[in-house]
T-cell receptor, first 113, second 115 residues
Framework: SQTIHQWPATLVQPVGSPLSLECTVE??????LYWYRQAAGRGLQLLFY??????ISSEVPQNLSASRPQDRQFILSSKKLLLSDSGFYLC????????????FGDGTRLSIL | AQSVTQPDIHITVSEGASLELRCNYS??????LFWYVQSPGQGLQLLLK??????LVQGIKGFEAEFKRSQSSFNLRKPSVHWSDAAEYFC?????????????FGSGTQLTVLP
């Protein structure tokens, strides 16, 4: 069966520090991968998605970047964190095709001090 | 603009009572529709999905949802709520085209269950 792993589960970082959140999927190949941010009391905002290795699309201009160095690995990064980067970050995957649901990881709670 | 709306930010029901969570979408065609549930500090779990065919779909945990094209709605229901159903519920629609499927989420409905 397919599984998705995100780490770390929680992270506390000072303003201006770098960031690297990792997401890996097992049990499938060639998935579409997604990064979302969920601010407190709000819905999900799509940040990035990827349809293949090295292919990244950004949905909103921001302080973050994403990379997909391997088929089942998706990384969210920042060179210098801002206070506004605080939130709950969720990774998701889906199989290719037009009627596939997205499956989510357990998320990373990021707090910026 | 294409959107998904959940009109109720917060709903409170008593344990054993019935539940209906509302979801409306704005799109030129019938999208693929989903309901997810999120417990505090957790990711989203898929409850059910609608692609085509029977407009009443069954999901996990005793939930069901009915697609009504005329009302552009996809409301989630449960006949008898359990205390463990307390969580946040998100409606989502696939309003995208092409190979990069994207979901548009509603802003969520927080469900509180009273003993």
């Amino acid at each position: 069966s397919q599984t998705i792993h995100q780490w770390p589960a929680t992270l506390v970082q000072p303003v201006g520090s770098p960031l690297s959140l990792e997401c890996t999927v097992e049990g499938t190949s060639n998935p579409n991968l997604y990064w979302y941010r969920q601010a407190a009391g709000r819905g999900l905002q799509l940040l990035f998605y990827s349809v293949g290795i090295g292919q990244i699309s950004s949905e909103v201009p921001q302080n973050l970047s994403a990379s997909r160095p391997q088929d089942r690995q998706f990384i969210l990064s920042s060179k210098k964190l801002l206070l506004s980067d605080s939130g709950f970050y969720l990774c998701a995957w889906t199989n290719r095709g037009s009627n596939q649901p997205q499956h989510f990881g357990d998320g990373t709670r990021l707090s910026i001090l | 603009a294409q959107s998904v709306t959940q009109p109720d930010i917060h709903i409170t029901v008593s344990e054993g009572a019935s539940l209906e969570l509302r979801c409306n979408y704005s799109y030129g065609a019938t999208p693929y529709l989903f309901w997810y549930v999120q417990s505090p500090g957790q990711g989203l779990q898929l409850l059910l999905k609608y692609f085509s065919g029977d407009t009443l779909v069954q999901g996990i945990k005793g939930f069901e949802a009915e697609f009504k094209r005329s009302q552009s709605s996809f409301n989630l229901r449960k006949p008898s709520v359990h205390w463990s159903d307390a969580a946040e519920y998100f409606c989502a629609a696939d309003l995208s085209s092409g190979s990069a499927r994207q979901l548009t989420f509603g802003s969520g409905t927080q469900l509180t269950v009273l003993p």
